[in-house]
């Protein structure tokens, strides 16, 4: 954005913060996203997502894993990358990356503040003012196209389909995550708006030499041996082998992508929340499973690395709670409930109350800290705590999390989801 807001007039953080709470308490009665509003606004600043390419990631889970494989391959290729993926983990800014990297403070206030003179030049013109999620797609091409990505890789939801069409024209390719049955029955009624650009879907039946331990995984896939990565649980396999299926793609596209950029890529890929290990003695691991198909895939990651060892769950779930598998009750010793913040969320006395029909041990506890709290006290060195859900609250507990174990001396804390350190989000 540089020069063309100036600084006197640039929002603080705080300020920017602040007016985006605004914005969401206004639109609670408005549609999620709409075509002719993200049009509008991209119109005003002269159709940035115009002039940027696009591989757009959809799906049910899986989503963000797969963005992260894929970016990290091309920027070791020496391609300047744009993501966009959510939720927020620990910071608003956390959605829209350059190379790995969340969009700079300075550079997310100058944007709000400009974006926020648009929407009232919207407004004015008896049109209707853009939702906080219009907003930030708009900062988002915007950002994408200052920076001169050359691939922007994009989280897209179904719903987000019809309202991208024809906004985008310069789409590589799409790709199709796992989904549940519910969406791939909505799919088949759903006309898909970018029939041009080539569908990528997974394929692991040709996965062969998997080890897996609590550091890292390995896997064989068509002329690639032996990649390793250090994101934990066999579904991340899937996710890589689909990644791979893009790259492949890719370079049948032209783009220049060396066998040492995907390993590299790959051994390097980061991603907080994602069967995340905080902690040792006792083990401490967060996810992000919200729904029937990731709570199954963590209670079978459970079932792999923690057989026969204590378990208790920090729990914080939406109201479609009782879809989830019977399975993962029955891991637990102790489940811990918490509130979740959200129109969908569900209060922590709430949730205790549906789970008690299911384990005869459940405690409502009113906050995340107290739950930790709780959850350390419960436990011994040779206990696993696990606590998922939403993961738009998981960036708080990481961090109180973190802080206590320094406080008692732990060295494998401070660190992001395997092994990095997590200094990016001081900007």
Request: glycine letters at 8%; aromatic letters at 10%; one cysteine or more.
């Amino acid at each position: 954005m540089g020069d063309s807001v100036e600084e006197e007039k640039r929002m603080t953080y705080q300020e920017a913060m602040d007016y985006i709470e605004e914005v969401k308490r206004e639109e609670r009665n408005k549609k999620e996203l709409s075509h002719s509003n993200i049009e509008s606004l991209c119109e005003k600043l002269g159709h940035p997502q115009r002039e940027l390419s696009f591989i757009y990631i959809m799906g049910e889970n899986g989503k963000s894993s797969v963005l992260a494989f894929v970016s990290e391959v091309l920027k070791a290729a020496g391609y300047r990358i744009g993501g966009y993926r959510s939720p927020a983990v620990f910071d608003q800014r956390d959605k829209i990356r350059m190379n790995g990297r969340p969009i700079s403070k300075k550079e997310f206030c100058g944007q709000i503040t400009r974006l926020r003179a648009l929407g009232q030049e919207l407004a004015w013109e008896g049109k209707s003012y853009p939702t906080f999620h219009e907003l930030e797609m708009a900062m988002a091409f915007q950002h994408f196209k200052e920076q001169g990505c050359q691939i922007v890789v994009w989280e897209i939801d179904f719903d987000e389909w019809e309202a991208m069409a024809g906004l985008t024209p310069n789409i590589w390719m799409n790709v199709l995550t796992s989904t549940s049955l519910e969406q791939r029955e909505r799919m088949k009624d759903f006309k898909i708006p970018f029939t041009e650009s080539p569908f990528i879907k997974s394929d692991t039946f040709k996965v062969s030499g998997v080890r897996r331990n609590l550091e890292r995984q390995i896997f064989s896939y068509q002329e690639y041996k032996n990649l390793t990565i250090p994101l934990l649980g066999a579904y991340q396999i899937e996710n890589g082998v689909l990644a791979l299926q893009v790259i492949k793609q890719l370079k049948e596209m032209g783009f220049s992508i060396s066998e040492k950029a995907v390993y590299k890529g790959f051994a390097e890929v980061s991603l907080p929340g994602r069967f995340q290990i905080l902690a040792k003695k006792p083990y401490f691991i967060v996810d992000g499973a919200k729904d029937a198909e990731g709570v199954q895939k963590l209670a079978e990651t459970i079932q792999f690395y923690f057989t026969g060892k204590k378990v208790i769950y920090i729990m914080g779930m939406l109201q479609d709670v009782e879809n989830c598998p019977l399975k993962i009750y029955s891991l637990a010793e102790q489940i811990l409930t918490i509130p979740t913040r959200g129109e969908n969320g569900l209060s922590s006395y709430e949730l205790a109350c549906i789970m008690r029909d299911y384990h005869e041990s459940v405690t409502a506890v009113d906050s995340m800290e107290e739950a930790v709290e709780l959850a350390c006290l419960l436990a011994d060195k040779e206990t696993v705590i696990v606590a998922f859900g939403s993961l738009s609250g998981m960036g708080s507990l990481i961090q109180f999390v973190e802080k206590v174990s320094e406080n008692e001396e732990r060295n494998n804390i401070g660190k992001d989801s395997h092994g990095k350190k997590r200094d990016n989000y001081k900007i």
